[in-house]
């Protein structure tokens, strides 16, 4: 009973000891630069990238174009199937050629030659009629002849206005089936160019996202295309933070794909509709510096720099106790009032000063 009590008396000296030999981390305060920020990631985008729908429903019949070509805008890019809409659009064309023939068809034309005859029977019925009655005035013939020859004249008259009449109602109708049979064409072609998708842009194709064969409808996309040399960043900032972002400030970011290399971008404009989904504002940026290569949808965390002081008294964030606390070496609370903050340090701007030792809090 003795020996154990001994035993015991000597593992607790030897925990006393190592106990009382470790020692509590200790720093000094350091005058540094640091710079407060608000995280962000998103991806990179090409300027004006878009998604290519089709305005019809169809075959993919024909990829005119291969994925990271360069195309011009309304160059075609990809071509559907639809027989049906060929076979409208040739109707449509022998409907207005057809029409186009009746303009100056034979019915048309023998009308114009009766309107033709009858003003020049009119004509010559008014002379005679005009000379009768010159006649009848110097007592020269009869009021018998007088009256035939202005009979004559008012039966040119009415058959004048007839021949008109009919001639241009015909020609009224045969004018307006050319015009209509000539849009119902320009409706088919249109409707025909409408299976023929189109670059709406200069930029480069960097996906196609159908194969041949494929149906196509008007509710998903057939491709993405956009500038072949600008690039943008699209960001994601929490709502918390949105308020202190404003155009114009500096952005360092990263990517997967540069591993260890920093680059800068500037803030171009902030969406000011939250993503309900996110909580999240979409933040629209600039490259001031950016790699040599870039691809869309390319993955970035990106840090939006708030603000920046040169020469600030720093801690580290990980000797601040409930944000307004630091310990001394009798573990008392000491209160401070913090400025700016990154990830890993803190300002202190009054409280404590670089003359002074803090400890980091036991956990």
Sequence with gaps: MHLYKRHLFLLILIFNFIGCGKKQEKIQPTVEAITESVYASGIIKSRNQYQVYSTVNGLLNEIMVNEGDVVKKDQPILRLLNESSKINTANARLAAELAEKNINGDKLNELKANLEFAASKLKNDSVLFVRQKNLYAQQIGTLIDLEQRELAYSN????????????????????????????????????????????????????????????VN??????????????????QVDEYDVTRIKAGQ????????????IFEAVVRRIDPIMNERTRSFKVEADFVQKPDELFPNLTVEANIVIHTKEKALTIPRTYLVDDQFVLNEKGEK??????????????????????????????
């Design 334 to 363: 000491l209160k401070v009032v913090v400025g700016l903050k990154d990830y890993n340090k803190a300002e202190i701007l009054n409280g404590i000063s670089s003359s002074d030792f803090i400890y980091l809090p036991v956990k």
């Design 218 to 235: 008007t509710q998903s996309p057939v491709a993405i295309i956009g500038d072949a040399e600008v690039f943008e960043l699209e960001l």
């Design 250 to 261: 500096k952005i360092l970011l990263s990517l997967d794909s540069y591993k260890g290399k």
């Design 156 to 215: 040119s008259q009415t058959n004048f206005r007839s021949a008109k009449l009919r001639y241009d109602d015909a020609k009224t109708q045969a004018d307006f089936a050319a015009r209509q049979a000539k849009n119902n064409l320009n409706i088919s072609t249109n409707v025909q160019n409408d299976f023929i998708i189109k670059s709406e842009t200069n930029g480069r194709v960097y996906s196609i996202l159908k194969e041949k064969g494929e149906l």
